[in-house]
């Protein structure tokens, strides 16, 4: 008892009498905490469900892999600062395409564009992602490698 007196002393729980009993509630920054934690969880289940549907018709791992890193690269679209864009492509110097680049379209202008395929100077690159269906130590070391170009 004496510890949630001090929950409800610091804030972090609030109590309320009401009609039918006595009642503890989580402060408010704890709902929005979890309501935070529900949507984003929602977002990847979102996700996975477009992802293990691809995966019951198409048999083809190319084409699920690039269906995957497009899934991946609209909900980043749709959820990043403005300021931010998201693209496929290289980095200037760099001879290797990386599945998903994003980078600071306010700043920046790629070098080249058509459609999400771009070519970026490196000042303007703020994340390179890349993006495995399954993931073995041979293809963590050649992403590793690509990230370190």
């Given at each position: 008892?004496?510890?949630?007196k001090?929950?409800?002393?610091?804030?972090?729980?609030?109590?309320?009498?009401?009609?039918g009993?006595?009642?503890?509630?989580?402060?408010s920054?704890?709902?929005?905490?979890?309501?935070?934690?529900?949507f984003?969880?929602?977002?990847?289940?979102?996700?996975?469900?477009?992802?293990?549907?691809i995966e019951?018709?198409?048999?083809?791992?190319?084409?699920?892999?690039?269906?995957r890193?497009?899934?991946?690269?609209e909900?980043?679209?749709?959820?990043l600062p403005k300021?931010?864009?998201?693209g496929?492509?290289?980095?200037e110097?760099?001879?290797?395409?990386?599945?998903?680049?994003?980078?600071?379209?306010?700043?920046?202008?790629?070098l080249?564009?058509e459609?999400?395929?771009?070519?970026?100077?490196?000042?303007?690159v703020?994340?390179v992602i890349?993006?495995?269906?399954?993931?073995d130590?041979?293809?963590?070391?050649?992403?590793?490698e690509?990230?370190?170009?």
């Open positions: 008892m004496g510890l949630l001090l929950d409800v002393s610091k804030g972090l729980l609030s109590f309320a009498s009401q009609k009993g006595d009642f503890l509630f989580l402060a920054i704890y709902e929005d905490h979890e309501n935070a934690k529900r984003f969880q929602s977002i990847a289940n979102e996700v996975v469900e477009k992802s293990e549907r019951l018709l198409v048999q083809h791992s190319v084409t699920k892999g690039n269906f890193e497009g899934l991946l690269r909900i980043l679209k749709k959820y300021k931010y864009d998201v496929t492509g290289f980095i110097g760099c001879k290797r395409q990386c599945d998903i680049l994003i980078y600071d379209a306010h700043n920046f202008s790629p080249f564009r459609g999400e395929l771009v070519v970026l100077p490196e000042k303007a703020r994340a890349e993006v495995k269906s399954t993931l130590s041979s293809q963590l070391k050649d992403a590793i690509l990230l370190w170009e």
